[in-house]
C-alpha cells in the first residue's frame, strides 16, 4: 500500500478491527480509543500491529506502539510510516 491516503489506512485498520476482534465497524471513528472504547489489551494490541503489517505493510516499531491510544494514532503513525517510506 504505497502512497496512501489517510482514508484509506483508515479502511483497513476499520477492517482489521472488525474481522480480527470482531468490532462493529459503525463505532470506529479516529477519536475511537483503543483500550477504554474498543476493550483492546496490550497482546491485541500486538495482533493489531501484526495484522497492520500483513495488509498494508505497515510495520509498528515497540516505541511506536507505546505512542498509540486511538484508531487516529495508528492511521497517522501508518501514513507518516508509508509516506516516508518506512
Known amino acids: 500500500m504505497s502512497a496512501a491516503?489517510?482514508?484509506?489506512?483508515l479502511a483497513v485498520v476499520v477492517d482489521v478491527l472488525e474481522n480480527e476482534f470482531?468490532?462493529?465497524?459503525?463505532?470506529?471513528?479516529?477519536?475511537?480509543?483503543?483500550?477504554?472504547?474498543?476493550?483492546?489489551d496490550s497482546l491485541d494490541a500486538i495482533d493489531l500491529a501484526a495484522a497492520l503489517s500483513k495488509k498494508a505493510q505497515i510495520?509498528?516499531?515497540?516505541?511506536?506502539?507505546k505512542?498509540?491510544?486511538?484508531v487516529g494514532d495508528v492511521v497517522?503513525?501508518?501514513?507518516?510510516?508509508?509516506?516516508?517510506?518506512r
Not at 5 to 9: K, L, M, V
Not at 67 to 70: D, Q, S, Y
Open 22 to 40: 470482531e468490532k462493529d465497524p459503525s463505532k470506529i471513528t479516529l477519536q475511537t480509543h483503543l483500550f477504554t472504547d474498543l476493550d483492546l
Open 5 to 9: 491516503s489517510r482514508e484509506q489506512i
Open 59 to 65: 510495520k509498528l516499531a515497540t516505541e511506536e506502539m
Open 67 to 70: 505512542e498509540i491510544r486511538t
Open 76 to 85: 497517522e503513525i501508518g501514513f507518516r510510516k508509508l509516506t516516508e517510506g
